[in-house]
């Protein structure tokens, strides 16, 4: 069985000889760490969603069309000192950021967002203008090279790469997180206008692909709750995003997509009916802070939804009895009734030791009955 069909058959709650093996990634203080405790040199790559063959983390590819603003903003240095740099991003978003321990790209913090290109519709107008489906440059030059190859491969492959499409999150990048909230109250036309202007931007866009290859997935990157719930209550959600989370899902049904993947940290319960309603087939990645259970979720919901995620990294930092319980208490019910590919809850923190992650790593294999052949040296 191959990993495609191993993907698409075990979100389908079909039998599979095994789950694939995937993980999300590390964070670059994670890297540094593991480096100093035995990490070779040459494994540094932190985004592992296309894989990472070093620890028998299998491949998946994305179609990387340019879906942000072209023209993008100049990148910006607004203000700068020892601790900190405010700066103006391609998005138009200015932020501040704390430079202690940055390593690989990665903070120990998020930055502050400190405004947001979208403040009135005389801005909007010019944020339009950046949203050009037609620009030719929003498709790779080697697209056709990249049809052709993977007209014969054995991997899944995603519409458009991770992170880059919402409804919710196009909003708040937009305009900011406190200030939408108030708009969906103050100006309801102009939220409305937005989402159907990022719905037809996004259809007219893709519609070249679609035609051109069979794509295994697609995933709606939202990010819209926290630890105490949703960003946006189910109402709000009904009114403003459902028509266009169902005209999307329904032109990747009729384009062959099977599995439409719905990315969201926090705590999201109240809004998982809607996201059925909208043609979801599959929540991740359950972040276990917030107490998305998978469990749970597959007593409420039994075959209406597929899981990914939902390991702890928390257990995971805690060493090799803890890992093992999280994994055992888990795992074994999960596969069993399939619609479900574990991995960690979000990419591995730092107070994750090396140790403990290549004990996670093979205990997971063994868990799923892959065959995982390690290349490091068992210090167990």
């Known amino acids: 069985m191959t990993n495609r069909e191993r993907f698409s058959r075990a979100l389908s709650f079909q039998p599979v000889d095994r789950v694939p093996n995937y993980e999300l990634g590390v964070l670059g203080q994670t890297i540094d760490r593991w480096h100093a405790e035995g990490m070779p040199d040459h494994v540094a790559y932190w985004n592992w969603f296309e894989g990472e063959p070093y620890f028998g983390l299998e491949r998946r590819a994305y179609a990387a069309l340019n879906i942000g603003m072209l023209p993008a903003f100049d990148y910006e240095v607004l203000e700068e000192t020892p601790e900190y740099v405010i700066a103006r991003h391609g998005n138009g978003i200015v932020t501040r950021a704390l430079k202690a321990g940055t390593a690989h790209g990665t903070r120990l913090c998020m930055d502050q967002y400190l405004s947001h290109p979208v403040t009135d519709r005389k801005s909007w107008e010019d944020i339009k203008r950046r949203y050009d489906p037609t620009t030719p440059v929003r498709y790779p030059l080697w697209w056709e090279e990249q049809v052709r190859l993977w007209q014969d491969r054995d991997y899944p492959v995603g ?12 909003l708040r990048s937009w305009v900011g997180t406190e200030e939408i909230s108030y708009l969906f109250y103050d100006d309801p036309g102009l939220v409305q206008e937005m989402v159907e202007y990022n719905t037809e931007f996004f259809l007219a866009l893709v519609e070249r692909a679609l035609g051109e290859v069979e794509f295994d997935f697609f995933n709606f990157f939202e990010d819209l709750a926290g630890k105490g719930g949703p960003l946006i209550s189910p109402a709000l959600f009904r009114r403003f995003l459902l028509p266009s989370y169902q005209r999307i899902t329904a032109r990747l049904r009729q384009a062959g997509i099977k599995h439409i993947l719905y990315d969201s940290d926090g705590e999201v319960w109240a809004l998982v009916p809607l996201l059925l309603e909208a043609g979801v087939t599959c929540l991740w990645p359950l972040e276990q802070a917030s107490g998305m259970d998978p469990r749970r979720l597959r007593r409420e919901y039994g075959r209406d939804l597929a899981l990914a995620g939902g390991i702890d990294k928390r257990e995971i930092s805690r060493g090799r009895a803890a890992i093992a319980t999280e994994l055992e208490a888990k795992l074994p019910p999960l596969l069993e009734e399939g619609g479900y590919l574990p991995f960690l809850d979000h990419v591995f923190p730092q107070d994750i030791s090396y ?26």
């Open 159 to 170: 519409l458009l790469h991770n992170g880059t499409f919402g409804l919710y999150s196009q």
């Open 355 to 380: 140790d403990s992650f290549l004990y996670y790593l093979e205990t997971k294999a063994r868990l799923i009955g892959m065959d995982l052949a390690v290349p490091w040296p068992q210090a167990y």
